[in-house]
């Protein structure tokens, strides 16, 4: 099982500045099958990139997203103040496995 | 406009049977995995598994392996997600998503179901 670890686990800053997830696989990962979601207080998970990279329809191009090896980054490049929420990040492994981080906390700081 | 909507919030006993509903419109539904995500409040997502609604070919995650059932009516465009009996630790908020944008990643979520488990 392919267990993804998010970090940090809550990052508090300023609408503004620029927001570094961090999501890492717990083995090597083939594909960049990986997902990024926000899900704001009340709300339904929001799909944000997928395949590492690629924004999903809407998503405002201050969300970006990166591979390194088995390290998966999502960037904000400007914090508005909508984006403060939860943020996951998403592994497909084949086979129809899935799994999720647990999630980073963008909070004002 | 696609979308999923799923059936409302449900309070029952441990030991009760349940069945919540996750209905498809807008898109062609058998052409899609349907997933089903848990949420305890104020915790993070749960991967429960997929269903494939043209067959019903299912996947489920090792931990709901046998605790949950997935289904599909084609005919009615919707999927379903079970328990024979039901457990306080079942108490969570249920989501269906769509396995869309490539097929690796959830791209409609529906609103979500509210299950509530207490004696």
């Known amino acids: 099982e392919i267990v993804l670890t998010q970090s940090p686990g809550t990052l508090s800053l300023s609408p503004g500045e620029r927001a570094t997830l961090s999501c890492r696989a717990s083995?090597?990962?083939?594909?960049?099958?990986l997902a990024w979601y926000q899900q704001r207080p009340g709300q339904t998970p929001r799909l944000l990139i997928y395949?590492?990279?690629t924004r999903a329809a809407g998503v405002p191009d201050r969300f970006s997203g990166s591979r390194s090896g088995a390290d998966f980054t999502l960037t904000i490049s400007r914090l508005e103040p909508e984006d403060f929420a939860v943020y996951y990040c998403?592994?497909?492994?084949?086979?129809?496995?899935?799994?999720f981080g647990g999630g980073t906390k963008v909070e004002i700081k | 406009e696609e979308k999923l909507v799923q059936s409302g919030t449900e309070v029952k006993k441990p030991g009760e049977s349940l069945r919540i509903s996750c209905k498809h419109s807008?898109?062609?539904?058998?052409?899609?995995?349907i997933g089903w995500v848990r949420q305890v409040p104020g915790k993070g997502l749960e991967w429960m598994g997929v269903?494939?609604?043209?067959?019903?070919?299912?996947r489920y995650n090792s931990p709901f392996q046998g605790q949950v059932t997935f289904s599909a009516d084609r005919s009615i465009n919707t999927a379903y997600l079970q328990w024979n009996s039901l457990k306080a630790s079942d108490s969570a908020i249920y989501y269906c998503?769509?396995?869309?944008?490539?097929?690796?990643?959830?791209?409609?979520w529906g609103q979500g179901t509210m299950v509530s488990v207490s004696s």
């Open positions: 395949e590492s990279s």
């Open positions: 998503a769509r396995l869309g944008a490539g097929g690796s990643s959830f791209d409609i």
């Open positions: 269903i494939y609604p043209a067959d019903s070919d299912t």
């Open positions: 807008g898109y062609y539904f058998t052409s899609y995995w």
């Open positions: 998403q592994h497909y492994h084949g086979s129809l496995l899935i799994s």
């Open positions: 083995q090597s990962v083939g594909s960049s099958y």
